[in-house]
T-cell receptor
Framework: GQNIDQPTEMTATEGAIVQINCTYQ??????LFWYQQHAGEAPTFLSY????GLEEKGRFSSFLSRSKGYSYLLLKELQMKDSASYLC?????????????FGTGTQLKVEL | GAVVSQHPSWVICKSGTSVKIECRSL??????MFWYRQFPKQSLMLMAT?????????EQGVEKDKFLINHASLTLSTLTVTSAHPEDSSFYIC?????????????FGSGTRLTVV
């Protein structure tokens, strides 16, 4: 099976930078996704990494190290609307095909 | 971009009744859809993978006779919760596989809040 760990909660200040870490253990790794989810809503896609390195998309960046089973999501110039849960999800190839497994999510609170 | 419409957004039903949730791909054909369940303050748990024209593949611990999945067309998958009980109250979310090649992605529906009383 898969084991995905991320911090439960984080608090940061508006305008600051925050890094949300995700570690995973899996076989058949086939990509890592980051999603943002506001309470009571569906997840929205933020980023995708399948090769080692940094992917940058505006205020959001995501990094992956496959050898270390580690990823992080970096949020810059934090805004109040960034308060949400951030989900790390790992896709892995199993006998029956690819399967996407979610971590428990990191609840980010942005304060003034 | 790809849009997945999920309906209803919320539903309240009596214990023992059945509820159907629909998931439609609006501007693309979805050969594969996924159904998730999310309890408060927990992450999404995959319930089943739905493939158009064939039987769904259920995850371990998910009762296939209780959670009926139908994917009869390339744009519609349905989840029916049969004989619902209060413990089935949860947030149900569908997603569709989108994109081509190895690095395909997923588009999520807006979710259905089910409350069984």
């Amino acid at each position: 099976g898969q084991n995905i760990d991320q911090p439960t909660e984080m608090t940061a200040t508006e305008g600051a930078i925050v890094q949300i870490n995700c570690t995973y253990q899996t076989s058949g790794f086939n990509g890592l996704f980051w999603y943002q989810q506001h309470a009571g809503e569906a997840p929205t896609f933020l980023s995708y990494n399948v090769l080692d390195g940094l992917e940058e998309k505006g205020r959001f960046s995501s990094f992956l190290s496959r050898s270390k089973g580690y990823s992080y999501l970096l949020l810059k110039e934090l805004q109040m609307k960034d308060s949400a849960s951030y989900l790390c999800a790992v896709r892995a190839f199993t006998g029956g095909g690819n399967k996407l497994t979610f971590g428990t999510g990191t609840q980010l609170k942005v304060e003034l | 971009g790809a849009v997945v419409s999920q309906h209803p957004s919320w539903v309240i039903c009596k214990s023992g009744t059945s509820v159907k949730i629909e998931c439609r791909s609006l501007d693309f054909q979805a050969t594969t859809m996924f159904w998730y369940r999310q309890f408060p303050k927990q992450s999404l748990m995959l319930m089943a993978t739905s493939n158009e024209g064939s039987k769904a593949t259920y995850e371990q611990g998910v009762e296939k006779d209780k959670f009926l999945i139908n994917h009869a067309s390339l744009t519609l998958s349905t989840l029916t919760v049969t004989s619902a009980h209060p413990e089935d109250s949860s947030f149900y979310i569908c997603s569709a596989r989108t994109g081509e090649g190895r690095n395909y992605g997923y588009t999520f529906g807006s979710g259905t809040r089910l409350t069984v009383v």
